[in-house]
């Protein structure tokens, strides 16, 4: 559900087991007085409703419940494109990061962002993540990720200089049987997909792991204004 971090040749060391499928662990819980936090361009409505279709389509089957067998399909009321993930971070420090993402949103214009043709991580082959990708707007999202990074690193925290990978994940497949076909047949199906909007604003999010899908809830949001 993101335009993350690519991720990169390293590994645990560990061998996932059946065949290179892991299994799905939760998330631990955060430590108290922390929240899991990132930053990101939130998906247009009309968009989710399209990513939605396609997931639905993919599925064969209603996606708002997970059935047996099925991918852990991602919830399209919070699809958006994560541009930093900052993960458990003391709740003192919200009043600064929607500063950093004011700053960081200040004097960049909005940009068209279209999503087209699909794949999956590490390969159609062996999938652990489903994905549609990013024909129009990466520049743009590079170049905002990037002054999010100086923002950030003016606060405190590391630069990130890891290689940004333009996708919007729709599902896990970790340990689901037939994932290889599921991403065979989103690779077809998404080849014509064109669904664009036109991106104007950068958001804090904090997410809330619990039962069911993550949900996502905004704690800042500034806009893209150009001025």
Request: proline content about 10%; overall charge neutral.
């Amino acid at each position: 559900m993101s335009f993350d971090r690519g991720p990169g040749g390293g590994g645990s060391g560990q061998r996932p087991p059946q065949g290179g499928r892991r299994p799905f662990m939760r998330p631990p819980d955060d430590p108290p007085g922390t929240s899991r936090l990132f930053m990101a361009v939130p998906v247009a409505d009309r968009v989710r409703d399209g990513v939605a279709r396609l997931m639905e389509q993919l599925a064969g089957a209603p996606i708002d419940v997970r059935a047996p067998g099925q991918p852990r399909w991602v919830s399209v009321a919070g699809l958006h494109l994560t541009l930093r993930f900052l993960g458990a971070t003391p709740d003192t420090r919200l009043p600064e990061l929607s500063e950093a993402v004011a700053a960081a949103a200040r004097g960049v214009a909005p940009f068209r962002i279209e999503l087209t043709g699909g794949g999956a991580f590490p390969s159609p082959q062996r999938p652990r993540v489903l994905w549609i990708g990013i024909g129009t707007g990466e520049p743009e999202l590079v170049a905002l990720a990037g002054r999010l990074n100086a923002e950030l690193h003016r606060l405190g925290w590391p630069l990130d200089d890891r290689p940004l990978t333009a996708h919007l994940t729709l599902a896990r497949t970790d340990g689901v049987p037939g994932a290889d076909e599921k991403a065979a047949r989103l690779i077809e199906l998404a080849r014509d997909v064109r669904l664009d909007w036109q991106a104007d604003s950068l958001v804090l999010y904090k997410s809330n792991v619990g039962h069911g899908p993550t949900h996502y809830e905004a704690l800042a949001r500034a806009d893209l204004a150009g001025e």
